[in-house]
């Protein structure tokens, strides 16, 4: 285990923004902090870096102790990279001089320049300024003076969010590629899911400064612990039915499976994913076409059921329906998402049973 955060609270000016903060990062893997704004991700990665003290709890690296209440080991002294949003490159070095900034006493100092340049794809471009760059080669450059040192461990705080949409998913999957071949632990802050799950192997999901799970990014669209959480990640809709047993509901579309703590014939609340749904055409539960959004191999479907009810669904693009079109569905999932109800979740109204 290479990065522990045991009970950590932090903030700012003696205010708390992050509170009971508990999670751990092994050697090589990729952590994400995934939230809205505000919600204390970037508080928590300052605090990593040791740019902002704890107010409780600890931070632990490779076994030592670098943050608790009172102490804070030197930002320089933590083996700690980072890349930072708006790249921070130095205008009048060049693009070598800027990777070789941090190992200014480094005896092979050229050779990792060098190693520097080929690992992200800039070999020809060493001797050019950063306003010569794109923003993904000044993202390669702040990215490859990071790595320059052997980082224990990199932070990256929203490294794509100055990028075009394109650019930046294929930037994300090359900067995953990078820390991967080289073995690098990471923590990456972002507000954007797709990115969250396109670079990490455990993403932790973040509500007014307070973990709601830190999970593999398969675990949190299919098995959420919290409604929020659920709800946040990925798109969805719940739907309300009533407890058969554990693990059956009776609901408007039939009697759907899955997992959930509570008393039988209790009120349940129903994850419903775009992909959980099917088209087929003979289905006895029809849904009315309110929208829908092609998206190539697939397109996804905003529909209502005779009750009000929202659904999404994603169907093959050569089916080809229109909007106020009856479709006929059917759940295709064989286990659900279900949470007691009045857990948080918000339910369209028209589908109480």
Request: hydrophobic share 40%.
């Amino acid at each position: 285990m290479l990065l522990q955060l045991r009970d950590l609270a932090c903030g700012y000016q003696g205010q708390s923004v992050v509170q009971n903060l508990n999670l751990h990062l092994n050697a090589g893997d990729i952590g994400c902090l995934l939230g809205s704004s505000g919600c204390g991700k970037t508080t928590t990665l300052r605090a990593i870096a040791g740019f902002e003290p704890v107010h409780a709890g600890d931070i632990v690296l490779a076994g030592d102790v670098i943050s608790r209440p009172g102490f804070t080991l030197a930002p320089e002294k933590r083996r700690i990279g980072m890349v930072f949003q708006d790249y921070a490159l130095f205008p009048h070095l060049t693009v070598a001089d800027n990777i070789a900034f941090g190992i200014r006493h480094h005896l092979r100092q050229a050779q990792v320049v060098e190693e520097m340049l080929e690992l992200v794809n800039l070999a020809a471009l060493g001797k050019r300024h950063p306003h010569e760059l794109s923003g993904g080669q000044q993202q390669r450059v702040a990215l490859a003076r990071a790595l320059a040192p052997e980082p224990q461990l990199l932070l990256l705080d929203e490294p794509f969010s100055n990028l075009d949409g394109e650019l930046r998913r294929r930037l994300s999957h090359e900067v995953r590629d990078i820390l991967k071949a080289r073995g690098t632990s990471a923590i990456l802050v972002t507000h954007d899911q797709e990115e969250a799950f396109a670079v990490s192997d455990q993403v932790g999901v973040f509500k007014e400064g307070r973990l709601e799970q830190w999970d593999t990014p398969y675990n949190l669209y299919r098995q959420p612990a919290t409604p929020y959480v659920a709800s946040f990640v990925g798109q969805g809709y719940f739907i309300r039915g009533q407890a058969i047993d554990a693990e059956s509901v009776q609901t408007e579309i039939g009697v759907l499976r899955g997992t959930c703590a509570i008393d039988s014939n209790g009120t349940v609340d129903v994850l419903l994913r775009p992909d959980d749904l099917a088209y087929a055409s003979d289905s006895p539960i029809k849904a009315r076409v309110t929208s829908k959004t092609f998206k190539g191999a697939a397109t996804l479907y905003r529909l209502q059921l005779p009750s009000g009810t929202p659904l999404e669904a994603l169907f093959p693009s050569h089916i080809d329906a229109h909007a106020g079109d009856d479709v006929g569905i059917h759940v295709t999932a064989e286990r659900l998402v279900l949470f007691p109800a009045g857990g948080g979740v918000r339910v369209h109204p028209g589908i109480a049973m």
